[in-house]
Protein backbone atom coordinates (compact mmCIF):
# COMPACT_ATOMS: atom_id res chain seq x y z
CA UNK A 1 0.00 0.00 0.00
CA UNK A 2 1.16 3.62 -0.58
CA UNK A 3 0.00 7.03 0.68
CA UNK A 4 0.67 10.35 1.48
CA UNK A 5 0.93 10.92 4.62
CA UNK A 6 0.88 7.29 6.87
CA UNK A 7 -0.49 8.50 10.35
CA UNK A 8 0.50 6.40 12.87
CA UNK A 9 -1.68 6.75 15.88
CA UNK A 10 -5.65 7.14 16.10
CA UNK A 11 -5.81 9.56 19.01
CA UNK A 12 -6.78 13.26 18.85
CA UNK A 13 -3.80 14.43 16.93
CA UNK A 14 -3.75 11.68 14.65
CA UNK A 15 -7.46 12.12 14.14
CA UNK A 16 -8.11 15.47 14.10
CA UNK A 17 -4.95 15.65 11.51
CA UNK A 18 -6.91 13.14 9.13
CA UNK A 19 -9.77 15.29 9.10
CA UNK A 20 -7.73 18.37 8.42
CA UNK A 21 -6.06 16.52 5.48
CA UNK A 22 -9.10 15.07 4.04
CA UNK A 23 -10.52 18.91 3.92
CA UNK A 24 -7.20 19.88 1.98
CA UNK A 25 -7.98 16.80 -0.72
CA UNK A 26 -4.41 15.37 0.82
CA UNK A 27 -4.86 11.59 1.23
CA UNK A 28 -3.74 9.60 4.06
CA UNK A 29 -3.88 6.71 6.37
CA UNK A 30 -4.60 6.45 10.16
CA UNK A 31 -2.99 3.40 11.61
CA UNK A 32 -4.30 2.95 15.67
CA UNK A 33 -2.84 -0.45 17.76
CA UNK A 34 -6.58 -0.21 19.55
CA UNK A 35 -9.88 -1.37 19.14
CA UNK A 36 -12.25 1.33 18.14
CA UNK A 37 -14.50 1.24 22.07
CA UNK A 38 -10.93 1.48 23.51
CA UNK A 39 -9.97 4.76 21.74
CA UNK A 40 -13.89 6.30 22.56
CA UNK A 41 -14.19 5.12 26.29
CA UNK A 42 -10.42 6.30 27.51
CA UNK A 43 -11.09 8.53 29.94
CA UNK A 44 -8.47 11.41 29.75
CA UNK A 45 -9.03 15.86 28.75
CA UNK A 46 -12.01 17.43 29.89
CA UNK A 47 -10.99 21.24 28.85
CA UNK A 48 -11.28 22.39 25.17
CA UNK A 49 -9.13 25.92 24.70
CA UNK A 50 -10.70 28.75 22.31
CA UNK A 51 -8.20 27.50 18.87
CA UNK A 52 -9.40 23.67 19.11
CA UNK A 53 -13.07 25.07 19.47
CA UNK A 54 -12.63 26.68 16.45
CA UNK A 55 -10.71 23.93 14.68
CA UNK A 56 -13.08 21.85 15.09
CA UNK A 57 -15.81 23.42 14.19
CA UNK A 58 -14.40 24.76 10.95
CA UNK A 59 -12.86 21.30 9.99
CA UNK A 60 -16.92 20.45 10.23
CA UNK A 61 -16.96 18.21 13.11
CA UNK A 62 -18.47 21.11 15.91
CA UNK A 63 -21.22 20.23 15.63
CA UNK A 64 -22.50 17.63 19.00
CA UNK A 65 -20.15 19.59 20.75
CA UNK A 66 -21.76 23.44 20.05
CA UNK A 67 -25.28 21.13 21.02
CA UNK A 68 -23.30 19.97 24.07
CA UNK A 69 -20.18 21.29 25.11
CA UNK A 70 -20.18 23.57 28.26
CA UNK A 71 -19.12 27.21 27.88
CA UNK A 72 -16.77 28.11 30.57
CA UNK A 73 -15.96 32.12 31.27
CA UNK A 74 -13.61 31.42 34.42
CA UNK A 75 -11.93 29.26 36.97
CA UNK A 76 -11.96 29.76 40.40
CA UNK A 77 -8.68 29.54 42.28
CA UNK A 78 -9.26 28.41 46.18
CA UNK A 79 -6.43 28.77 48.90
CA UNK A 80 -6.28 29.75 52.31
CA UNK A 81 -9.95 29.03 52.69
CA UNK A 82 -11.02 31.87 50.38
CA UNK A 83 -12.42 31.44 46.69
CA UNK A 84 -11.02 33.72 44.04
CA UNK A 85 -12.60 33.92 40.45
CA UNK A 86 -10.51 34.27 37.12
CA UNK A 87 -11.97 35.80 34.33
CA UNK A 88 -11.30 34.68 31.14
CA UNK A 89 -13.12 36.62 28.45
CA UNK A 90 -12.72 39.89 30.40
CA UNK A 91 -8.43 39.75 30.71
CA UNK A 92 -8.19 37.95 27.28
CA UNK A 93 -10.17 40.02 25.13
CA UNK A 94 -13.16 37.59 24.72
CA UNK A 95 -11.49 34.05 24.66
CA UNK A 96 -12.74 31.45 26.91
CA UNK A 97 -13.18 27.56 27.28
CA UNK A 98 -14.97 24.74 26.71
CA UNK A 99 -16.17 21.47 28.99
CA UNK A 100 -16.42 18.96 26.07
CA UNK A 101 -14.22 15.46 26.77
CA UNK A 102 -11.50 14.18 24.67
CA UNK A 103 -14.30 10.82 24.26
CA UNK A 104 -16.28 13.14 22.73
CA UNK A 105 -14.00 14.89 20.60
CA UNK A 106 -12.27 10.90 19.10
CA UNK A 107 -15.88 9.99 19.07
CA UNK A 108 -17.04 12.97 16.59
CA UNK A 109 -13.37 13.04 14.82
CA UNK A 110 -13.82 8.67 14.34
CA UNK A 111 -17.47 9.32 13.03
CA UNK A 112 -16.73 11.61 10.34
CA UNK A 113 -13.47 9.69 8.92
CA UNK A 114 -15.49 6.26 8.66
CA UNK A 115 -18.55 8.31 6.97
CA UNK A 116 -16.49 9.83 4.13
CA UNK A 117 -12.57 10.04 5.59
CA UNK A 118 -9.49 8.58 4.91
CA UNK A 119 -8.72 4.71 5.65
CA UNK A 120 -8.31 4.37 9.46
CA UNK A 121 -7.73 1.20 10.49
CA UNK A 122 -8.22 -0.22 14.59
CA UNK A 123 -6.28 -2.88 15.81
CA UNK A 124 -3.17 -1.88 13.24
CA UNK A 125 -0.07 -2.16 15.80
CA UNK A 126 2.76 -0.24 13.97
CA UNK A 127 6.53 -1.96 14.96
CA UNK A 128 8.68 0.40 12.88
CA UNK A 129 9.08 3.25 10.67
CA UNK A 130 12.18 2.48 7.95
CA UNK A 131 13.81 4.95 5.43
CA UNK A 132 13.26 8.57 7.56
CA UNK A 133 15.71 10.06 5.87
CA UNK A 134 14.09 9.03 2.44
CA UNK A 135 11.78 10.29 0.33
CA UNK A 136 9.77 7.07 0.83
CA UNK A 137 9.49 6.24 4.07
CA UNK A 138 7.95 2.72 5.28
CA UNK A 139 5.67 1.61 8.25
CA UNK A 140 5.42 -1.77 9.21
CA UNK A 141 2.44 -2.72 10.94
CA UNK A 142 0.40 -6.06 11.72
CA UNK A 143 -3.18 -5.72 10.95
CA UNK A 144 -5.56 -8.89 11.10
CA UNK A 145 -2.83 -11.28 12.10
CA UNK A 146 -0.57 -10.52 9.21
CA UNK A 147 2.52 -8.53 8.95
CA UNK A 148 1.59 -5.18 6.15
CA UNK A 149 3.74 -2.21 4.91
CA UNK A 150 2.74 1.13 3.94
CA UNK A 151 5.10 3.00 1.97
CA UNK A 152 4.27 7.37 2.31
CA UNK A 153 5.58 10.42 1.00
CA UNK A 154 5.62 11.50 5.13
CA UNK A 155 5.36 10.02 8.06
CA UNK A 156 3.30 11.94 10.64
CA UNK A 157 3.97 9.95 14.39
CA UNK A 158 1.09 10.66 16.37
CA UNK A 159 1.63 7.65 18.76
CA UNK A 160 1.24 9.11 21.92
CA UNK A 161 4.31 9.06 24.91
CA UNK A 162 4.35 4.99 24.49
CA UNK A 163 4.54 5.26 20.32
CA UNK A 164 7.49 3.79 18.54
CA UNK A 165 7.65 6.57 15.88
CA UNK A 166 9.68 9.47 18.30
CA UNK A 167 12.45 6.05 17.71
CA UNK A 168 12.89 7.09 14.11
CA UNK A 169 14.58 10.11 15.09
CA UNK A 170 18.53 8.61 15.57
CA UNK A 171 19.24 9.30 19.31
CA UNK A 172 22.82 11.24 18.11
CA UNK A 173 19.91 14.44 16.88
CA UNK A 174 17.27 14.03 19.37
CA UNK A 175 17.60 16.10 22.61
CA UNK A 176 14.83 14.80 25.77
CA UNK A 177 14.03 17.38 28.20
CA UNK A 178 12.08 15.78 31.18
CA UNK A 179 10.77 16.32 34.93
CA UNK A 180 8.89 14.18 36.71
CA UNK A 181 6.68 15.09 39.54
CA UNK A 182 6.89 13.87 43.73
CA UNK A 183 2.65 13.05 42.84
CA UNK A 184 0.03 11.87 41.15
CA UNK A 185 -3.63 12.26 40.53
CA UNK A 186 -6.10 10.04 41.59
CA UNK A 187 -9.35 10.72 39.01
CA UNK A 188 -12.79 10.07 39.52
CA UNK A 189 -16.32 10.34 38.10
CA UNK A 190 -19.24 10.41 39.89
CA UNK A 191 -23.04 10.54 39.19
CA UNK A 192 -23.60 13.60 40.66
CA UNK A 193 -24.38 17.03 39.48
CA UNK A 194 -21.22 19.45 39.92
CA UNK A 195 -20.94 21.51 43.20
CA UNK A 196 -19.55 23.83 40.67
CA UNK A 197 -20.48 26.36 38.04
CA UNK A 198 -16.69 26.47 36.42
CA UNK A 199 -13.87 24.52 37.95
CA UNK A 200 -11.91 25.22 41.00
CA UNK A 201 -8.50 24.45 41.38
CA UNK A 202 -7.58 23.86 45.10
CA UNK A 203 -4.85 24.60 47.10
CA UNK A 204 -4.70 23.79 50.30
CA UNK A 205 -2.34 21.89 53.67
CA UNK A 206 -3.80 18.93 52.44
CA UNK A 207 -2.48 18.69 48.75
CA UNK A 208 -4.39 19.60 45.78
CA UNK A 209 -7.79 18.90 44.37
CA UNK A 210 -9.62 19.91 41.22
CA UNK A 211 -13.02 19.82 40.80
CA UNK A 212 -14.32 19.76 36.67
CA UNK A 213 -17.39 17.83 35.20
CA UNK A 214 -18.50 16.26 32.10
CA UNK A 215 -22.29 17.00 31.96
CA UNK A 216 -24.61 18.85 33.90
CA UNK A 217 -25.16 15.51 35.71
CA UNK A 218 -21.41 13.80 36.19
CA UNK A 219 -18.95 15.39 37.98
CA UNK A 220 -14.71 15.02 37.24
CA UNK A 221 -12.80 15.26 40.60
CA UNK A 222 -8.94 14.91 41.05
CA UNK A 223 -6.97 14.54 44.43
CA UNK A 224 -2.97 14.96 44.40
CA UNK A 225 -2.26 11.63 46.49
CA UNK A 226 1.70 10.10 46.49
CA UNK A 227 3.08 8.47 43.69
CA UNK A 228 2.24 4.68 43.74
CA UNK A 229 -1.28 5.36 45.26
CA UNK A 230 -2.92 1.78 44.53
CA UNK A 231 -7.16 2.81 43.95
CA UNK A 232 -7.99 0.26 45.66
CA UNK A 233 -6.73 1.42 48.93
CA UNK A 234 -9.18 4.61 48.71
CA UNK A 235 -13.28 4.01 49.31
CA UNK A 236 -15.77 6.11 48.28
CA UNK A 237 -15.67 7.84 51.45
CA UNK A 238 -12.63 8.14 51.99
CA UNK A 239 -12.25 9.98 48.44
CA UNK A 240 -15.34 12.30 49.29
CA UNK A 241 -14.03 12.87 53.25
CA UNK A 242 -10.88 14.17 51.65
CA UNK A 243 -12.48 15.87 48.85
CA UNK A 244 -14.53 17.60 51.88
CA UNK A 245 -11.41 18.42 53.37
CA UNK A 246 -9.12 20.40 50.64
CA UNK A 247 -12.15 22.70 49.14
CA UNK A 248 -13.97 23.72 52.28
CA UNK A 249 -13.94 27.73 52.76
CA UNK A 250 -15.06 29.96 55.46
CA UNK A 251 -18.60 30.76 54.03
CA UNK A 252 -21.64 28.68 52.07
CA UNK A 253 -20.77 26.14 50.08
CA UNK A 254 -21.17 22.03 49.91
CA UNK A 255 -19.67 19.39 48.36
CA UNK A 256 -22.72 17.30 46.75
CA UNK A 257 -21.38 13.18 46.83
CA UNK A 258 -22.73 10.64 44.31
CA UNK A 259 -22.05 7.10 43.43
CA UNK A 260 -18.33 7.11 42.18
CA UNK A 261 -18.27 5.19 38.62
CA UNK A 262 -14.59 5.48 38.05
CA UNK A 263 -11.06 5.58 39.80
CA UNK A 264 -7.83 5.71 38.57
CA UNK A 265 -4.16 7.44 39.48
CA UNK A 266 -2.33 8.89 36.63
CA UNK A 267 1.83 9.88 37.20
CA UNK A 268 2.53 13.39 36.26
CA UNK A 269 5.43 14.10 34.26
CA UNK A 270 6.97 17.02 31.67
CA UNK A 271 8.54 15.41 28.85
CA UNK A 272 9.74 17.36 25.27
CA UNK A 273 11.92 15.85 22.46
CA UNK A 274 13.99 18.04 20.43
CA UNK A 275 13.35 18.42 17.17
CA UNK A 276 9.67 17.68 16.46
CA UNK A 277 10.95 16.03 13.08
CA UNK A 278 13.71 14.39 11.41
CA UNK A 279 13.81 13.85 7.70
CA UNK A 280 10.03 12.42 5.94
CA UNK A 281 8.88 11.80 9.94
CA UNK A 282 6.85 14.17 12.42
CA UNK A 283 5.96 13.97 15.65
CA UNK A 284 3.17 15.45 16.87
CA UNK A 285 1.18 15.95 20.60
CA UNK A 286 1.89 13.40 23.22
CA UNK A 287 4.66 11.49 21.14
CA UNK A 288 6.91 14.75 20.97
CA UNK A 289 5.74 15.97 24.42
CA UNK A 290 4.34 15.72 27.86
CA UNK A 291 2.56 18.29 30.45
CA UNK A 292 1.29 17.15 33.97
CA UNK A 293 -2.19 17.68 33.50
CA UNK A 294 -2.56 20.98 36.03
CA UNK A 295 -4.15 23.86 33.09
CA UNK A 296 -5.04 21.10 30.32
CA UNK A 297 -3.31 21.67 27.90
CA UNK A 298 -2.06 18.16 26.79
CA UNK A 299 -5.05 17.42 24.07
CA UNK A 300 -4.77 21.40 23.67
CA UNK A 301 -0.93 21.02 22.08
CA UNK A 302 -1.61 18.04 20.22
CA UNK A 303 -4.57 19.98 18.70
CA UNK A 304 -2.62 22.97 18.08
CA UNK A 305 0.45 20.88 16.19
CA UNK A 306 -1.79 19.25 13.79
CA UNK A 307 -3.11 22.54 12.57
CA UNK A 308 0.11 23.65 12.15
CA UNK A 309 1.07 20.81 9.97
CA UNK A 310 -2.20 20.68 7.98
CA UNK A 311 -1.56 24.06 6.86
CA UNK A 312 2.15 23.20 5.91
CA UNK A 313 0.91 19.95 4.14
CA UNK A 314 -1.43 22.26 2.10
CA UNK A 315 1.03 24.39 1.09
CA UNK A 316 3.16 21.76 0.00
CA UNK A 317 0.51 20.49 -2.00
CA UNK A 318 -0.76 24.02 -3.52
CA UNK A 319 3.01 25.66 -4.45
CA UNK A 320 5.23 22.75 -4.04
CA UNK A 321 7.43 24.72 -1.55
CA UNK A 322 8.16 23.09 1.96
CA UNK A 323 8.80 25.97 3.58
CA UNK A 324 6.13 25.22 6.71
CA UNK A 325 7.01 21.90 7.26
CA UNK A 326 10.95 22.82 7.73
CA UNK A 327 9.83 25.53 9.91
CA UNK A 328 7.54 23.13 11.61
CA UNK A 329 9.35 22.13 14.41
CA UNK A 330 10.63 25.62 15.44
CA UNK A 331 7.25 26.86 15.29
CA UNK A 332 5.68 24.18 17.86
CA UNK A 333 8.48 24.13 19.99
CA UNK A 334 7.96 27.65 21.29
CA UNK A 335 4.36 27.27 21.81
CA UNK A 336 5.16 23.79 23.45
CA UNK A 337 7.56 25.49 25.36
CA UNK A 338 5.15 27.88 26.43
CA UNK A 339 2.86 25.34 27.89
CA UNK A 340 5.58 23.68 29.51
CA UNK A 341 6.25 25.99 31.70
CA UNK A 342 2.63 27.05 32.25
CA UNK A 343 1.72 23.36 33.20
CA UNK A 344 4.82 23.19 35.75
CA UNK A 345 3.80 26.76 37.13
CA UNK A 346 -0.12 25.63 37.85
CA UNK A 347 1.31 22.19 39.32
CA UNK A 348 4.28 23.80 41.19
CA UNK A 349 2.27 26.72 42.52
CA UNK A 350 -1.23 24.16 43.13
CA UNK A 351 0.67 21.21 44.66
CA UNK A 352 1.84 19.94 48.14
CA UNK A 353 5.69 18.58 47.61
CA UNK A 354 6.24 16.11 49.97
CA UNK A 355 9.82 17.58 50.66
CA UNK A 356 8.05 21.11 50.98
CA UNK A 357 9.29 23.58 53.83
CA UNK A 358 7.20 26.33 55.59
CA UNK A 359 8.44 28.80 53.40
CA UNK A 360 7.93 27.56 50.03
CA UNK A 361 4.34 27.25 51.34
CA UNK A 362 4.33 31.04 52.15
CA UNK A 363 5.36 31.60 48.81
CA UNK A 364 2.63 29.58 47.20
CA UNK A 365 0.15 31.14 48.59
CA UNK A 366 1.79 34.77 47.90
CA UNK A 367 1.99 34.04 44.13
CA UNK A 368 -1.89 32.83 44.73
CA UNK A 369 -2.62 36.43 46.34
CA UNK A 370 -1.00 38.01 43.21
CA UNK A 371 -3.18 36.42 41.11
CA UNK A 372 -6.06 37.00 43.07
CA UNK A 373 -5.02 41.24 43.61
CA UNK A 374 -3.38 41.65 40.45
CA UNK A 375 -5.51 41.64 36.96
CA UNK A 376 -2.17 41.92 35.37
CA UNK A 377 -0.86 38.50 37.17
CA UNK A 378 -4.53 37.20 36.66
CA UNK A 379 -4.24 38.15 32.74
CA UNK A 380 -0.63 36.52 32.41
CA UNK A 381 -2.87 33.02 34.02
CA UNK A 382 -6.22 33.66 31.97
CA UNK A 383 -3.82 33.57 28.54
CA UNK A 384 -2.15 31.16 29.20
CA UNK A 385 -5.04 28.54 30.18
CA UNK A 386 -7.41 29.88 27.49
CA UNK A 387 -4.74 29.67 25.35
CA UNK A 388 -2.22 31.21 23.20
CA UNK A 389 -2.67 32.19 19.01
CA UNK A 390 -1.26 29.27 17.22
CA UNK A 391 1.85 30.64 15.63
P1 LIG B 1 -2.80 9.82 22.48
O1 LIG B 1 -4.13 10.26 22.89
O2 LIG B 1 -1.96 9.09 23.46
O3 LIG B 1 -2.99 8.95 21.17
C1 LIG B 1 -1.98 8.13 20.63
C2 LIG B 1 -2.63 6.97 19.93
O4 LIG B 1 -1.63 6.19 19.31
C3 LIG B 1 -3.37 6.05 20.89
O5 LIG B 1 -4.69 5.88 20.44
C4 LIG B 1 -2.55 4.79 20.89
O6 LIG B 1 -3.37 3.64 21.08
C5 LIG B 1 -1.92 4.84 19.51
N1 LIG B 1 -0.66 4.11 19.40
C6 LIG B 1 0.37 4.05 20.29
N2 LIG B 1 1.36 3.27 19.85
C7 LIG B 1 0.96 2.81 18.65
C8 LIG B 1 1.56 1.92 17.69
N3 LIG B 1 2.75 1.39 17.89
N4 LIG B 1 0.87 1.65 16.55
C9 LIG B 1 -0.36 2.20 16.32
N5 LIG B 1 -0.96 3.04 17.21
C10 LIG B 1 -0.31 3.33 18.35
N6 LIG B 1 -4.78 16.20 29.29
C11 LIG B 1 -5.52 17.17 29.76
O7 LIG B 1 -5.48 18.26 29.20
N7 LIG B 1 -6.34 16.95 30.87
C12 LIG B 1 -6.43 15.73 31.47
O8 LIG B 1 -7.18 15.56 32.43
C13 LIG B 1 -5.64 14.70 30.99
N8 LIG B 1 -5.70 13.47 31.56
C14 LIG B 1 -4.89 12.48 31.07
C15 LIG B 1 -4.90 11.22 31.65
C16 LIG B 1 -4.08 10.20 31.16
C17 LIG B 1 -4.10 8.84 31.82
C18 LIG B 1 -3.22 10.46 30.07
C19 LIG B 1 -2.30 9.39 29.54
C20 LIG B 1 -3.23 11.71 29.49
C21 LIG B 1 -4.05 12.73 29.97
N9 LIG B 1 -4.06 14.00 29.38
C22 LIG B 1 -4.83 14.98 29.87
C23 LIG B 1 -3.28 14.32 28.22
C24 LIG B 1 -4.10 14.19 26.94
O9 LIG B 1 -5.03 13.15 27.05
C25 LIG B 1 -3.11 13.95 25.83
O10 LIG B 1 -2.27 15.08 25.74
C26 LIG B 1 -3.77 13.67 24.48
O11 LIG B 1 -4.41 12.43 24.50
C27 LIG B 1 -2.71 13.68 23.38
O12 LIG B 1 -3.24 13.18 22.19
P2 LIG B 1 -2.35 12.36 21.18
O13 LIG B 1 -3.26 12.04 20.06
O14 LIG B 1 -1.09 13.07 20.95
O15 LIG B 1 -1.92 11.04 21.97
C1 LIG C 1 -9.75 18.43 33.58
C2 LIG C 1 -8.44 18.02 33.64
C3 LIG C 1 -7.45 18.94 33.90
O1 LIG C 1 -6.17 18.55 33.95
C4 LIG C 1 -7.75 20.26 34.11
O2 LIG C 1 -6.75 21.13 34.40
C5 LIG C 1 -9.05 20.67 34.03
C6 LIG C 1 -10.05 19.74 33.76
C7 LIG C 1 -10.80 17.43 33.31
O3 LIG C 1 -10.49 16.26 33.12
O4 LIG C 1 -11.98 17.81 33.30
Request: glycine fraction near 8%; include cysteine.
Amino acid sequence: HTTTVGIIGGGPAGLLLARLLHNSGIDCVVLESRDRAYVEQRQRAGILEQATVDVLRSSGAGERLDREGIVHDGIELRFDRRGHRIDFPGLTGGRRVWIYAQTEVCKDLIALQLADGAPLLFEAQVHSVEGADTDRPVIRYTHEGREQTLTCDYVVGADGFHGVARSAIPESLKRTYERVYPYSWLGILADVPPSCDELIYAHSPRGFALHSMRSPTVSRLYLQVPNGTDPADWSDERIWDELDARFAIDGDWKLERGPITSKAVLPMRSFVTEPMRYGRVLLAGDAAHIVPPTGAKGLNLAAADVIVLARAFARLKETGSAELLDAYSDTCLRRVWRAEHFSYFMTTTLHTDPDQSPFDTRLQISQLDRVAASPHAAAELAENYAGLPIG
